[in-house]
């Protein structure tokens, strides 16, 4: 066969076929391609439900149910039936959406033996540590970044039951889940509900330099590699909820998807639960049905706006201003060249009169800022004069009412489409770059109101028990929930971060001291937080605790 190749290099046609006839020849195992090479391509010849999908080659020598590791002439009906450990660990790190993510939790419970009976009420976390340490490298990150934070002193607060350590919080957006982490670190029973079933937020965060070091103690870095790579100061919603969800998750909170809040009602010994029946989407394992869930504490971490405000007739303070509506809008990353050329920017008419100028000559688009992040994709958020959008036709008809102006039935979604194309074009980015689609199909573009700005006017308060004396459910805010942000200053992540940490302390002081006191300290360090800024936090960052006073440069606590 080599002698026919040599006879037939001349003939490249001939050559190629028996070239390929030699390949077939030799009995040898197959050589993998280099990662460069597959870079960028899908393996189509790889079957989704294989044990091997996704595993590190350098890890394979690990996997003692890898059927790589198996004599080479034994038979196919002997491979083993049991998932390897390190397999669903590589898939729950990887898994992007809800259902994939819970299901995959599952079966790492059950292959480190780990019961899924919740009447048990055991803390699986202890157990979840010992059989997951050595199954991959970065469990051992996990688990060393947790025990380092676990260690601080301001965890050190008693475990036994107290009058408000059992906690429902209302969403599990980023400062829900924040919270969450936070206050079971503390040692409280965690439940989190959240209205949506799916992952769908694509709009990407700004960071302060603190915020960025704080996520990184959340283990943010351990479920999302890229994060804070080059110096890169946002994140994408999407990716820190999956990171945060897994991080709750392996601490043990009960997360529910697909749960709506209408409300509480009184139960037994000071308790409260949900009112209404709930049949969740999906649910954490080891989650207890949610009629049997009792608490005494309810944090309200469900947006600007919040059923929690309303339900409790928390009052609220509300800002106003003229006129002002915002639009984001994504597009996908193709990582190609022309688009690592762009740099990201935050910029606004005042300084960079040209630029804008020079946009509207050409377009027609009248901006007063423009903000662009490139991440998992391209985003872009702006603020447009009511007039330049009238002029393009976005809307159908003018209206007095600015709810009923920006109402999706007001909208023509292809010139608002066409508007911030022309924007995103007058940045540099390819025209091939298509728009990114949501959850549902439909493209991802908003346009939104931040005109008023809703704030409570207290971060936590006392709702007296109706029935029994000395008995009262205490009911906090975090995030949106809290303080509606002003989006151009980029505070919204930050400030929500702030209040879920100041919530956690609220808790550490009720253990420690008296229920009264510490809702004051919380609504006094509420004070503090609203005016918060990147300059606001101490240095160095690695002193700054759950503690306020270790946080806010002028606590004045």
Request: hydrophobic share 35%.
């Amino acid at each position: 066969m080599l002698k026919q190749l040599r006879l037939n290099k001349e003939n490249p046609q001939n050559a190629l076929r028996d070239y390929t006839a030699l390949l077939k020849s030799i009995q040898s195992p197959p050589v993998r391609p280099r990662p460069t090479e597959r870079k960028g391509k899908e393996r189509k010849d790889r079957k989704n439900d294989s044990p091997l999908q996704a595993i590190p080659s350098d890890n394979l020598g690990n996997l003692p149910d890898s059927p790589l590791l198996k004599d080479k002439e034994s038979d196919s009906a002997e491979q083993p039936t049991k998932i390897s450990l390190q397999y669903c660990l590589t898939k729950f790190r990887n898994a992007e959406e809800v259902p994939e993510i819970l299901n995959r939790f599952e079966e790492i419970l059950k292959n480190c033996n780990i019961s899924l009976d919740p009447s048990a009420k055991e803390d699986v976390t202890p157990k979840l540590k010992e059989g997951t340490a050595h199954g991959a490298f970065w469990c051992r990150n996990l688990w060393d970044v947790f025990s380092c934070k676990q260690e601080q002193s301001v965890y050190s607060v008693p475990v036994s039951e107290t009058p408000y350590n059992d906690v429902l919080i209302v969403g599990a957006g980023p400062a829900g889940l924040s919270a969450a982490i936070e206050l079971k670190m503390m040692g409280a029973n965690v439940h989190v509900i959240e209205k949506r079933d799916y992952l769908s937020r694509n709009n990407i965060l700004h960071l302060w330099p603190w915020t960025v070091f704080y996520l990184k103690t959340l283990n943010t870095k351990v479920f999302y590699p890229k994060f804070a790579t080059g110096g890169i100061e946002h994140v994408g919603t999407k990716q820190l909820q999956r990171s945060f969800l897994k991080s709750c998750l392996c601490l043990g909170v009960h997360v529910y998807y697909g749960v709506d809040f209408d409300g509480t009602e009184e139960a037994e010994e000071g308790r409260w639960r949900l009112k209404g029946e709930y049949l969740p989407s999906f649910s954490a394992p080891l989650a207890p049905k949610l009629s049997e869930i009792r608490f005494n504490t309810l944090i309200g971490a469900d947006g600007e706006h919040s059923k929690v405000v309303d339900y409790f007739s928390i009052p609220q303070k509300v800002t106003k201003g003229s006129l002002c509506l915002g639009i984001t809008q994504n597009y996908d990353h193709l990582h190609t060249e022309q688009e690592l050329t762009i740099n990201e920017f935050g910029i606004s008419k005042v300084f960079n009169q040209k630029f804008f100028a020079g946009m509207k000559e050409k377009y027609g688009t009248d901006l007063e800022n423009l903000v662009y992040y490139r991440g998992e994709t391209h985003y872009f958020v702006m603020t447009a004069t009511p007039e330049s959008l009238e002029s393009r036709g976005i809307f159908y008809e003018k209206k007095d009412n600015v709810c009923d102006l920006i109402s999706p039935n007001n909208i023509n979604i292809d010139n608002l489409l066409a508007y911030t194309r022309d924007v995103a074009t007058w940045c540099n980015l390819p025209d091939y770059c298509p728009v990114t689609k949501n959850n549902l199909g439909k493209p991802d573009v908003s346009l939104f109101n931040f005109t008023n700005r809703h704030m409570s006017d207290e971060a936590a308060v006392l709702v007296p028990s109706s029935s029994q004396r000395d008995s009262s459910l205490l009911v906090g805010l975090v995030g949106d929930a809290l303080l509606q942000p002003f989006w151009p200053l980029g505070t919204g992540l930050n400030r929500a971060i702030l209040s879920s940490l100041d919530t956690a302390w609220m808790l550490r002081e009720i253990k420690l001291g008296s229920i009264e006191e510490a809702v004051t300290n919380r609504n006094r360090t509420y004070l503090m937080m609203k005016n918060a800024l990147a300059g606001s936090i101490q240095q160095p960052f690695g002193k700054v605790t759950v503690d306020p006073v270790s946080r806010y440069v002028s606590p004045g606590l």
